[in-house]
């Protein structure tokens, strides 16, 4: 199965569904496995989805040859599974008003920049799936179809993807005290 994750607000929905059209794969949607089973707590304006049972949800339903989507796959899918990882990636500086759009507390937002600036999603895609599984894609100046087609040649092994740095972007503007607040 292929996997499309990353940061909330990166683009993994619209690419799942734009790469489905372009492959005919069926998706599966973390996030809406979590709601229909209910399993999760609301926080804020967030869902805690608890990622034990999802895993085991997921381990009975999934199919093997289609498009799971969700930023939890790092921590429910099981690298037999997985054929490909594909983690979308954004500026941090154009997640702010995504996030903004989306009404996501300070908290959230900071939650969400920092994993995107530090690579949360990366780092643990590659040490649940390995290196040779996981691939990245910086989205930010792309249109989807730019997106799926990267993806495509991703999969015939014809890209090996991004390289994604933010961090070095923050700490030349001097920002990086804006994304990780000095916790007193």
Same mark, same amino acid.
């Given at each position: 199965?292929?996997?499309?994750?990353g940061?909330?607000? +990166? /683009?993994?929905?619209t690419?799942? %569904?734009?790469?489905? %059209?372009?492959?005919?794969?069926?998706?599966?949607?973390?996030?809406?496995?979590?709601?229909?089973?209910?399993?999760?707590?609301?926080?804020?304006?967030?869902?805690?989805?608890?990622?034990?049972?999802?895993?085991?949800?997921?381990?009975?339903?999934?199919?093997?040859?289609?498009? +799971?989507?969700?930023?939890?796959?790092?921590?429910?899918l099981?690298?037999?599974?997985?054929?490909?990882?594909?983690?979308?990636?954004?500026?941090?500086?154009?997640?702010?008003?995504?996030?903004?759009?989306?009404?996501?507390?300070?908290?959230?937002?900071? %939650?969400?920049? /920092?994993?995107?600036?530090?690579?949360?999603? %990366?780092?643990?895609?590659i040490?649940?799936?390995?290196m040779?599984?996981?691939?990245?894609?910086?989205?930010?100046?792309l249109?989807?179809?730019q997106?799926?087609?990267?993806i495509?040649l991703?999969?015939?092994?014809?890209?090996?993807?991004?390289?994604?740095?933010?961090?070095?972007?923050?700490?030349?503007?001097?920002?990086l005290?804006?994304?990780?607040?000095?916790?007193?």
């Open positions: 199965m292929l996997v499309i994750t940061n909330p607000g +990166v /683009g993994k929905h690419i799942a %569904e734009k790469l489905s %059209e372009k492959t005919n794969m069926q998706i599966t949607d973390l996030n809406q496995i979590a709601i229909q089973n209910k399993i999760f707590k609301k926080r804020d304006s967030a869902l805690d989805v608890d990622v034990t049972k999802l895993t085991k949800i997921v381990k009975k339903t999934i199919q093997k040859n289609g498009i +799971v989507v969700g930023h939890l796959a790092p921590y429910v099981d690298k037999k599974q997985v054929s490909h990882v594909i983690i979308l990636r954004k500026n941090p500086y154009k997640l702010l008003p995504v996030y903004k759009k989306r009404k996501y507390s300070q908290k959230k937002t900071i %939650e969400n920049i /920092g994993s995107e600036i530090l690579g949360i999603t %990366e780092y643990d895609s040490t649940r799936f390995g040779k599984k996981t691939t990245q894609i910086n989205t930010t100046n249109t989807p179809n997106i799926v087609n990267k495509m991703i999969l015939k092994n014809k890209f090996k993807g991004d390289k994604v740095d933010w961090l070095d972007i923050v700490a030349s503007k001097g920002d005290a804006k994304f990780f607040p000095n916790k007193k």
